[in-house]
């Protein structure tokens, strides 16, 4: 009797999260086509880029540390994303603004009380690109952490999405070894998947 509310619980969650999962996966699978294949004509996107500059005026207070004053400069610019390469000096603080599909590198001036948005944008096809590797991640500071929400949420549901695939690949699992008999050829397709994952994980690293 528990092992068939076992089997049954684990084919209602596999069929539930695969319900939910099913968009994420098409999304993932659809841009990890188009970061392995970089010369599909169709899905170009950086020649298709939009480029435009604006000069907007500004006023930041005075006492204000690099974070206060970039948060202001946003505030003031009705703009949000992920804040990354803030570069402060003196006179003025440099850093970029992004969020998929659209980069904002900014100069803001103090004595001029001026700040110029060189702002870039992609089609579509960038954006699926930026979405697959889009995690708020630093490579000049390894140690920081995400300062936006959107970016934390989306991390969460990545997190959520490589938790929930294996699931699916465990339940899988347990209802093909409850049939096993009748469907042999699982074993062969076990195996196959085994060896080639030792193959890239083991062989490919020491190569």
Sequence with gaps: ML?????????????????????????FSISGLLLNHGDWEFTSFWEQRKQNKTITT??????LDSTQIVKSILLQLKISGEVNNVKMNADSVDFSVSYPGHVNNIHADFKKSICVQNQLSYNIWGKLRTLHTFNGANKNNTSTAPNWLLTRVWRFSMDGVAIGLIFLSVSSWIMWYKIRKE????????????????YFVLIIRTA
Excluded: C, D, E, Q
């Design 3 to 27: 092992i068939k509310k076992i089997t049954y619980t684990n084919r209602r969650l596999h069929i539930h999260i695969g319900l939910l999962l099913v968009l994420f996966i098409w999304l």
């Design 183 to 198: 469907y042999t050829w699982g074993y062969f397709t076990l195996l196959a998947g085994l060896v080639l994952a030792i």
């Design 58 to 63: 500004i006023h930041i207070p005075s006492g």
